[in-house]
């Protein structure tokens, strides 16, 4: 008989391993990101931390340029009492330690705009430690909860800034200038807990005005006085914190929460491929809104940090009783001295806008960040006899609305404060309408020289009081319109709207809606 073929072996089963893989995956919790911030913060002081060069913004190149600057030989820093005094400021305003013995580092790295090979930093021992800022910032549908958070700040350290390259691609070549090196800075160093852009940009915002108010730093990042450098990893909840990676120099608000929003998602594309996030140093490039890479990160001992020879360390005094004898407490900083000079922050004055005038939250946010606004506010409330809540009305929607959209300041604003209050005044005394007010602030806008009273009079603005004259457009309107009043009478009382709007068309908004309607009312029934 003749042997039968073996069967075909039987498949070999599937490896319970990957089964059990992807469940483990998919019960994984998702990866999210973590932030922290390097901010430099230009000192607003009128020389250098070292020197006593000037510091101006767009001066002529190496126009500004100490022989200590240019890392001359026999050069020997000599201290900024000013820039002391701003660091500690800044440091009791963010609830940080203020050490009372700080110590200036070298710290060493080879750029060319940098000509003494290194940086005087605080690197061991910084000014201010173990600080916090509070930020708020909306979310919801509509962008008007607010959410409040914080940050520790990890130190406060003086420390210079170097020079600018200017690089010359038609001839390949880089120029250098100068100006800047050896202006004070102050670096703020933010713990890694904030997760997302929002929070970051809030944040930088938040310290923004906080700066701005103190004096301490004019914060416009559009000429490079703060800088900031996000470091951003992510990981899953739980585990360890991932390669971080550096994005550097970013100067404007927007940029930064665009910049780690799309670093957060690059680097978790990058894990979810099963790919390696490098510690690395990255751009942002505003135009395509992604980060690039620079650099490899340099290791701590790259820098080789020593103390450094050519300044002692620096003291500051809880009070002019601490300081030494033979020193003149007026050439000293004194804490007790500087805490007295706070002035009242951001997050104070928004809870003092909402407790005093009944005002939104969101609208405290808005007159705290423009410059000038809150005075510009408050002007008009002591003028007019409106409430505080229309008057917000006003400076926000038509007085912010134009501004913007000339790029103006509040300063430069055409319509005083008396002027603005002039018109409400007009409309709460039912001399013009509110529709009519907002056509006579546009004019008064094209043409500041002329009053409130001006315009109204030339445009015949006044408000239509008399009863038999209103009788008559109203009965006017009701003759003009058969179809219209009988709709009404069937029942359809939302035409009586379209008859309305025909007054308010024939008398330039003159009229008062609720004395109309009832008029028309009566009229049709």
Known sequence: ?????????????????????????????????????????????????FSGSHVRFLAPPNSLVSHFDASLPGTLPVLNRRCVAAAVLTGLALNCTINRKSLFDRKHYFYADMPAGYQITQQRVPIAVNGMLVYSYFEGRRRNQVVTKSVKIKQIQLEQDSGKSLHDDERSQTLIDLNRAGVGLMELVMEPEMCCGEEAAAAVREL????????????NMAEGQLRVDANVSVHRPGEHLGVRTEVKNINSVRHLAKAIDYEIQRQMEVLQSAGKVLNETRAFDSKSGNTIPMRDKEGLQDYRFMPEPNLPPLFVYDSEASVPAGIDPAQVVVIERLSGQLPELPSV???????????????????????????????VVQTTKAEPRKVIGWVIKELIGNLNSQNLKVSQSPISPCALAELINLVESGHISSSTAKQVFQEMWKAPEKTVGQIVKEQDLWMINDKEELQKICKRIVDSHPEEVQIIRGGNKKVLNKLMGEVQRETKGRTDPVQIRAILEKMVS
């Open 349 to 379: 004055k928004r809870t003092r806008l909402v407790e005093t005038y009944g005002i939104l939250q969101e609208h405290s946010f808005t007159l705290v960040n423009e410059d000038g606004l809150i005075d510009y506010f408050e002007n």
């Open 1 to 49: 008989a003749a042997r039968s073929s073996p069967a075909d072996p039987p498949a070999p089963p599937l490896p319970k391993v990957l089964f059990i893989s992807w469940a483990l995956l998919s019960s994984l919790p998702q990866m999210v990101g973590v932030v922290g911030l390097e901010i430099h913060a230009q000192i607003q002081s009128t020389s250098k931390l």
């Open 208 to 219: 923004q005005l906080i700066l701005q108010a103190l004096g301490t730093c004019q914060a």
